[in-house]
């Protein structure tokens, strides 16, 4: 009885939850961290995937189109998503890069700048933004 009280713990040890560390940015770290020290950016590259510059734009607008209907608040959810699907396909490529850095705003944020509730930021105050204002109130 003795031997199996020893071996469920150290089958227990094994499978203890391990610590996770955070960056900054509350992303986590997939791998060990010894004493709660963080690995350096360069051994974090994986975690980051750069934008794929062989997206085509349809490809890429057909990704915005979905980001739009998904952005976590439904009130966005509903204004970007109908807004990308009617107005997207007439952007150029530059407005596609300010409707996109946009979308990395954040939903929250978009939605208090739409509606008036906050100053736009000058990088983003672009004529997308104006876009968005216009259609939401058509």
Do not use: C
């Amino acid at each position: 009885m003795i031997g199996a009280v020893a071996n469920f713990l150290t089958v227990r040890r094994l499978y203890q939850a391990k610590p996770i560390a955070l960056l900054p940015n509350n992303a986590i770290l997939p791998e060990r961290v010894n004493s709660g020290t963080l690995p350096s950016l360069s051994a974090m590259n994986h975690l980051w995937k750069p934008r794929n510059m062989s997206e085509t734009r349809n490809t890429r607008i057909r990704r915005l189109v979905y980001q739009s209907s998904y952005t976590g608040m439904k009130e966005t959810d509903l204004l970007l998503g109908r807004f990308a699907q009617d107005h997207l396909a007439g952007l150029g490529d530059d407005e596609l890069d300010h409707y996109e850095a946009l979308l990395e705003a954040g939903d929250g944020q978009i939605y208090l700048w739409v509606s008036g509730a906050e100053p736009v930021p000058a990088q983003h105050d672009t004529s997308v933004l104006e876009l968005i204002k216009k259609f939401r109130n058509d």
